[in-house]
């Protein structure tokens, strides 16, 4: 069973089911003030425990580091204010910026005793000191409306600053939900996002802005949160624990490999013959126990040569070098497999193909040209009518092509990828900095780690491979669609960075991807 501290760190929410949850704890007796203390506290540790600050060493603790407390109107200016007298208190120099004329009543009497102390407090942005690092406490999370001047110059000055700036809860400026930029943003060193994350921390265009994030845990009852998640849809973060707890898929002491899937992928083509191979060896490492690769027959010896245990299937060609028709070995049909993977380096000429293994019932996994053409026939009406699971891995561009008149994924990634599982049906994995996979009953799972480096030719071949593999072993084994994409592309996605600590992120093709993918599982 899983423990608190697991469930609530793959929790995510918006600011309306954020606000609900700190509602109802309020509600039930605890004073705004004793949260405010906790959640200081906890950050002023944290802040001390970051080996950032210049230190002058005297009896373990830190003198003459020089800290800026930019200091906002509402409950989030309050906590700065406390982390700004707990750092006082244990020899930091801290001054205070307070640009705003009124304050919330709580964040008022922490001014108040903040210049009690002596903490110099400023209002102007020219008349702030030097420093060693900012702390951003100008706006929490809930903010809606664009910023306007005089903050947005200060906002602007701030980050022009070589000073570390970390923010509380979310950078000043971004949505919650979104992470648009309200007419500017704080750019953040470090985020402390606060008791549960917030949707923002996984929209590819926050990330520039939030830079590296952690949660603190304010000890949130699990039950308040339950309580107002329960009738949403879950959102919810893979992390090491949940993904590692499917892998490696579970294998009795006697079987077989049929026992163990078969996976059948359709791919390649004289043009993009590596498409085929990366797709193969990303199905390799998932330990499928049977792996049919079906190319144009001029591909077949090259694919035997990088894959000689996998059956490789020559197929007719077309003029231009793509499958033209599918020829499976004798006795064998679609229904043969346990899964299908099918579209990296296929071509639009291969447009026959798609077309057929849609109409199939199998467990369906498309990819690269495999969405092309699925755009081209219509998405949403053409996978309503597939008896067969469906799933589908377009990056920004490709979801684009599939779902036109749907949300846009460059602006709200989260609610654009979840909309499209709902009207099509299908498991939607949209790629990206931070992976959006959502189930067609509007559940989301979120990978929050991933690396530049994958941002390389071919690296989706990998993935769409390993996840075939993965689906294929998953069909008896009673692990939901959406769980095993999830783990495929945690996966997929821990390889990447493995591969980048290792040999540096210029370092990371995709033929080395392949090689560090059962390194993640050592």
């Not at 009497?109 to 903490?119: E, P, V």
């Not at 469906?390 to 990056?395: D, F, I, M």
Request: glycine content about 10%.
């Amino acid at each position: 069973m899983q423990n608190r501290q697991e469930k609530i760190s793959q929790v995510i929410v918006t600011a309306g089911q954020m606000r609900d949850i700190e509602e109802r704890i309020f509600a039930a007796g605890m004073p705004v003030v004793a949260l405010m203390e906790k959640v200081a506290g906890l950050i002023a540790r944290r802040i001390q425990e970051i080996p950032l600050i210049p230190r002058k060493k005297r009896l373990s603790q830190a003198v003459g580091s020089r800290v800026g407390i930019l200091v906002g109107p509402g409950h989030n200016g309050g906590d700065a204010l406390v982390v700004a007298r707990e750092l006082h208190f244990r020899g930091y120099e801290v001054w205070i910026y307070a640009p705003f004329s009124k304050f919330k009543e709580l964040t008022s009497h922490h001014l108040q005793y903040a210049q009690s102390l002596g903490i110099p407090i400023y209002q102007t942005i020219e008349q702030l000191p030097d420093s060693d690092l900012l702390i951003d406490g100008l706006f929490g999370f809930g903010l809606e409306r664009n910023l306007t001047d005089p903050i947005i110059s200060a906002i602007n000055q701030l980050n022009e600053l070589s000073v570390p700036i970390y923010s509380i809860d979310l950078p000043s400026g971004l949505h919650t939900d979104t992470g648009v930029v309200l007419g500017t943003a704080i750019r953040a060193t470090h985020t402390f996002c606060l008791g549960l994350w917030k949707l923002a921390f996984f929209q590819d265009r926050a990330l520039e802005y939030v830079g590296k994030a952690e949660l603190i845990d304010f000890d949130i009852p699990l039950a308040d949160v339950e309580a107002v998640l329960k009738d949403a849809p879950s959102i919810k973060r893979i992390t090491p624990t949940t993904a590692l707890a499917t892998l490696p898929l579970p294998r009795p002491p006697v079987t077989h490999k049929y026992k163990q899937g078969h996976l059948l992928l359709i791919c390649g083509s004289r043009r993009y013959a590596g498409g085929a191979i990366l797709t193969g060896l990303g199905a390799r490492a998932s330990g499928v126990g049977m792996l049919s690769i079906a190319v144009p027959e001029s591909l077949k010896s090259l694919l035997v040569s990088h894959l000689p245990e996998a059956l490789i299937i020559g197929c007719p060609e077309t003029e231009s070098g793509a499958i033209a028709q599918l020829q499976l070995p004798e006795k064998t049909d679609l229904t043969s497999f346990n899964a299908i993977a099918c579209g990296p380096g296929l071509t639009r000429d291969a447009t026959p193909i798609v077309q057929e293994v849609i109409e199939s019932e199998r467990p369906l996994i498309l990819d690269a040209d495999g969405l092309n053409i699925l755009a081209q026939m219509g998405a949403i009406a053409t996978l309503k009518k597939r008896l067969g699971v469906t799933v589908l891995t377009p990056h920004t561009g490709e979801f684009q092509r599939l779902f036109p008149d749907l949300a846009d994924a460059k602006h709200d990634r989260v609610k654009a990828v979840q909309e499209a599982a709902l009207q099509s049906g299908a498991v939607v994995l949209l790629k990206g900095a931070r992976t959006a996979i959502a189930n067609p009953q509007g559940g989301i799972w979120m990978i929050t780690e991933s690396t530049p480096a994958l941002a390389r030719g071919g690296s989706g071949d990998v993935l769409t491979g390993l996840l075939g593999g993965l689906l294929a072993q998953a069909a008896t084994k009673q692990i939901s669609v959406e769980d095993i994409v999830a783990t495929a592309a945690w996966w997929h996605s821990q390889a990447g960075i493995l591969a980048a600590q290792e040999r540096t992120e210029l370092g990371v093709d995709a033929f080395t991807l392949t090689q560090y993918l059962l390194k993640v599982l050592t």
